[in-house]
């Protein structure tokens, strides 16, 4: 039979993920020459050989591709016949009008695992061991086609050895682009003030008795520093918290294994699935009884906890067992609290030192900052609370090809996003935008994002917020460049995301549950308790919660007990309410000039928010009258709702208004029955999804629409999505919800990009 040339193109994320290996392997194996390389489009390859050995071929490497590849196009074409006398891989070509999507950072790998702590391995205990199946990405990528020279790791020339493992076709490093050694590659030392303790091996012992000892350790990680410290010592805990400025917020925590993590938290299978996976996120976990005195220390408004197992060679050897060291570790980002997670030595020097006793360093730059993303399980699905390390920049297939458009997000939480073609490029968790160091890591990451996917957006779109430093950027971007701008209304994004990363294929409308803590409505008050019939290209907003007023506005979501009065009084309940704890947390002064407010307008903005509507009743029934965190209340709401509670308060429905009067008047009642406050927080939760469902009916019965959409910071409340999803099935909807893109503001971006391309008719079959 004659041999035969076919070319074949595989397009996705098929680069730093070992894709050339298997080829170059499968090729050897079916007696085939030919080459293998990496191009801008992804990988290419020409084979030369028998049809029934190329057929095969392409049949192992389409049903066996790498584990960590994601294949989004397949192409085979004829080829001109032409023999060649090897299989080789060769030169990367790079044609700068492609592009292809970026592998994120990879979780080691157990085989690496093993040769970490075997000490015949050259490798024994090198903290930064890796191959083709694990290791650094795109903390690491300044370019593309992804090889060594673009990478960071390009300072780092290889040693004989590692040349030969890197150039040997059976080796499992072979074309690994960080593969290092202790001879060639980058090292670590720990370093207190200006004086260095201990280089290479002997920096780890000495680190770990510092934490042992009680002592705040600022370690430089894969995509930024963390803050470390033993999380069973209150000392520690404590004094992070004041020199972080960070009071109540909950700590990520980190173990070596399985095994300790289950000592403090309950771990399903699915939840094991997600902690051992590629990824490795830090994962919300319910208590067991010896998790609730950790949880008093390092996550004190919850029932969760969030652990993460160690995903690099240096988490590992510094985490090993060991009776003399801790077994949990608090291991939270690396910053200020509000600022950017840090990325260079002498930056977290100068920014952490006065947080930071020591700090343990390594000289392999950091090209890209970003941090732990964080997750949880909902009906088997992953549920995101924050997207960021191990699946950024993984693209959001979208339902048709578009054209190139950039979408700045939020405020909160911020990500922004970027189309090409058939890809959504969701970046990684920038955070909140209220200063000029993350507004200046936004900046800068648009520019990598742009530079390594090759888009130059054509149009912008942008939040309602008139000053969202997100929206400001985008207004003052399109006006410089002379760029389209469309600007989207912040619950609409909500839904259009939860729509796109659904696979919503078409501008059908569908019900919307947009719940959440601000959004700026086209009525320009603040919106966040908004039933919707929404499509991509528009909604109409047919129920919400009705407007309450915010005096002060960023006053009152600060001290709630502002809101719990400002509530009662609108709704004319405040005498039957005297004595409950709002009343007796503000004096007198302050309540006369919060009901003066009230009552002329002054400085009182109007809102339909679900997420102050926690928090006024929270404030209500005597838990936080003050925050120090986003949510915290609504956390700690959560938190106390006993279970087994099945009965509800109920809402009524006006026209297009959800009045709140019954609502509180029912909580009243019960707090002067003095029903426990676990039984009014479950009816208070049961009451939410009751909403939910009746509303969704109600719109059903005006629409035909059985499809319901559930969106919104609000639905990071686990209790409610969890019940509210069985709900609607039982009522014979179809629900969707996040589980690519998180619930919260973190997801605005890809609905916003969603949102312009089909109102301006961008989007293409």
């Known amino acids: 039979m004659s041999k035969i040339n076919k070319r074949v193109l595989v397009e996705g994320i098929v680069q730093g993920v070992g894709f050339r290996p298997t080829v170059y392997s499968y090729a050897q194996r079916h007696a085939l020459t030919g080459w293998v390389l990496n191009s801008a489009h992804g990988v290419e390859i020409e084979l030369h050989g028998e049809p029934d050995a190329v057929d095969t071929f392409i049949c192992d490497l389409q049903e066996k591709p790498p584990h960590m590849a994601q294949i989004h196009s397949f192409q085979v074409t004829d080829a001109p016949t032409h023999p060649f006398e090897t299989f080789e891989i060769i030169e990367s070509f790079d044609d700068p009008a492609d592009f292809m999507p970026v592998s994120p950072d990879l979780n080691v790998c157990p085989d690496c695992l093993g040769e970490l702590f075997e000490p015949s391995d050259r490798r024994y205990r090198y903290p930064f061991i890796n191959c083709t199946n694990c290791g650094p990405r795109f903390s690491i990528v300044k370019r593309i086609p992804y090889d060594r020279p673009n990478t960071s790791m390009a300072e780092f020339p290889l040693c004989p050895d590692c040349f030969g493992e890197y150039h040997n076709p059976s080796d499992r490093r072979f074309h690994a682009q960080p593969v290092a050694c202790p001879v060639c590659g980058p090292h670590i030392w720990l370093q207190v003030g200006d004086k260095i303790e201990a280089e290479r091996e002997t920096a780890i012992p000495s680190a770990r008795q510092m934490l042992a000892d009680g002592k705040i350790m600022a370690l430089k990680g894969l995509g930024g520093f963390h803050l470390a410290c033993d999380a069973h010592n209150n000392k520690a805990v404590a004094e992070l918290r004041l020199r972080k400025r960070r009071s109540g917020k909950p700590f990520a925590l980190m173990s070596f294994d399985l095994e300790t993590i289950r000592q403090f938290a309950e771990v399903s299978a699915e939840e094991e699935e997600l902690l051992r996976s590629t990824q490795a996120p830090v994962v919300v976990l319910d208590l067991t009884e010896r998790g609730r005195a ?305 009552n002329t307008g002054f400085n009182t903005p109007q809102t339909s928010s679900m997420g102050r509507l926690f928090d006024a009743i929270a404030a209500l029934i005597g838990l936080y009258q003050e925050i120090s965190y986003e949510a915290q209340n609504a956390i700690k709401l959560e938190s106390i709702a006993d279970p087994d509670v099945e009965s509800s308060y109920q809402f009524a429905i006006e026209g297009s208004q959800i009045l709140l009067e019954p609502l509180f008047a029912q909580i009243i009642s019960d707090l002067k029955a003095n029903v426990s406050l676990a039984t009014i927080s479950a009816r208070f939760h049961n009451a939410v999804v009751n909403l939910g469902v009746q509303a969704a009916q109600r719109l059903r019965a005006e629409t035909s629409l059985n499809t319901v959409a559930i969106s919104g910071g609000v639905w990071q409340n686990r209790r409610l999505i969890n019940n509210i999803i069985p709900r609607l099935k039982l009522a014979g909807f179809v629900p969707l919800w996040h589980h690519q893109v998180p619930t919260n503001d973190g997801g605005v971006a890809l609905g916003q990009l969603l949102t312009a391309l089909y109102q301006t008719g961008l989007m293409k079959e």
């Open 294 to 598: 950790l949880a008093a220390i390092v996550a004190p408004d919850q029932n969760t906890l969030g652990f993460m197992l160690p995903y690099t060679p240096l988490h590992y050897i510094l985490l090993e067992k060991s009776d003399n060291y801790p077994e949990v570790l608090v291991m939270t980002s690396g910053n200020l609290s509000e600022e950017p997670i840090v990325t260079e030595n002498e930056n977290a020097l100068t920014r952490l030192g006065k947080i930071a006793d020591a700090f343990l360093l390594h000289d392999r730059p950091i090209e890209t900052r970003i941090d732990d993303s964080v997750l949880t399980k909902i009906h088997d699905l992953p549920y995101f609370i924050r997207r960021a390390r191990g699946y950024a920049p993984l693209p959001i297939p979208l339902p048709m090809k578009a054209s190139t458009v950039l979408a700045t997000g939020t405020h909160l939480k911020n990500t922004f996003a970027l189309s090409r073609d058939h890809y959504a490029f969701l970046s990684h968790h920038i955070g909140d935008l209220e200063n000029q160091e993350t507004l200046i890591a936004f900046e800068k990451a648009i520019v990598h994002y742009q530079e390594i996917f090759r888009i130059k957006p054509g149009m912008i779109a942008a939040d309602l917020h008139p000053d969202y430093l997100a929206t400001r950027y985008a207004q003052q971007r399109a006006v410089r460049e002379n760029l389209p701008l469309v600007m989207v209304q912040h619950h609409h994004a909500h839904i259009s995301a939860c729509l796109a990363e659904n696979g919503w294929k078409n501008d059908e409308p569908v019900i919307g549950l947009a719940f959440d803590g601000t959004g700026y409505g086209s009525d320009s008050a603040i919106w966040g308790g908004e039933i919707l019939v929404a499509h991509y290209s528009g909604f109409e907003r047919r129920y919400h919660l009705e407007y309450a007023p915010l005096p002060g506005g960023d006053v009152s979501i600060r001290k709630p007990a502002r809101l719990a009065l400002a509530y009662l009084q609108k709704f004319g309940l405040l005498h039957l309410a005297e004595g409950l704890a709002p009343f007796n947390y503000l004096d007198e002064i302050e309540q006369q000039v919060l009901f003066n407010q009230v």
